[in-house]
Structure formats: structure tokens, C-alpha cells
């Protein structure tokens, strides 16, 4: 079992930055391949970023967002620079050993989401 608590999220203005921060449980962690996903009221759950050995990017998220990880505190950690009103919705933090990097069906265990608010 791996447990997963998002923190960092908030109201901030367009332009901000924030950074989320993602501890989880386990003595396995290193072996888990971690993602961000987000979503949006009225919308379906989308990919943000991942990092297993290298990471990856939504569209998105490419040039903006870094994806992080320090596997000696069990963290995975989610920059987010020039937010935008449409980053606004709630971001979940998952751990996953499958190959489906950009697919919520990856991932076996998920957070309980921080809410990220953007103002433009």
C-alpha cells in the first residue's frame, strides 16, 4: 500500500507560480512511477506530468511546469511557473508501476487532491 498527501496548492493571480509537493508512504517509493493529473469542474481528469527515470509533459504543461522527485523523502513535487486561469482545478498526485504514463488507468494509488485556483 502507498499512501499520497498533496500539499501546496492555493489562490494565487495569473503569472504566479506555485509549487506542489506530493510525501508519500512506502519503502518503495523509487520503484513507483509518479504523476500529476488534474481536473477541472465539469471536466474529465487529464494528465499533467509524470517522472519515473525521466519525466514527461502534457501540452500543457511543457515549458511552464517541472516534475520532481527526491526519492530519499518519499516526495514527488509539481513547479508550477506562469499559471494560468485555465490551470485552475484540482490537482491529484498518483503512484503507478505500469507503462500507461499518461493514463489515470496507470496508476494504483491517488492522493485526495489540493485545489490550485488561478485569478486572471
Known amino acids: 500500500q502507498v499512501q499520497l498527501v498533496e500539499s501546496g496548492g492555493g489562490l494565487v493571480q495569473a503569472g504566479d507560480s506555485l509549487r506542489l509537493s506530493c510525501e508519500a508512504s512506502?519503502?518503495?517509493?523509487?520503484?513507483?512511477?509518479m504523476g500529476w493529473f488534474r481536473q477541472a469542474p465539469g471536466k474529465e481528469r487529464e494528465f499533467v506530468a509524470a517522472?519515473?527515470?525521466?519525466?514527461s509533459y502534457a501540452d500543457s504543461a511543457q515549458g511552464r511546469f517541472t516534475i520532481s522527485r527526491d526519492n530519499a523523502k518519499n516526495t514527488v513535487y509539481l513547479q508550477m511557473n506562469s499559471l494560468k486561469a485555465e490551470d485552475t482545478a484540482v490537482y491529484y498526485c498518483?503512484?503507478?508501476?505500469?507503462?500507461?504514463?499518461?493514463?489515470?488507468?496507470?496508476?494504483?494509488?491517488w492522493g485526495q487532491g489540493t485545489q490550485v485556483t488561478v485569478s486572471s
Open positions: 498518483a503512484a503507478g508501476r505500469s507503462s500507461l504514463v499518461r493514463d489515470a488507468r496507470g496508476y494504483e494509488y
Open positions: 512506502g519503502r518503495t517509493f523509487s520503484n513507483y512511477l
Open positions: 517522472i519515473g527515470r525521466t519525466p
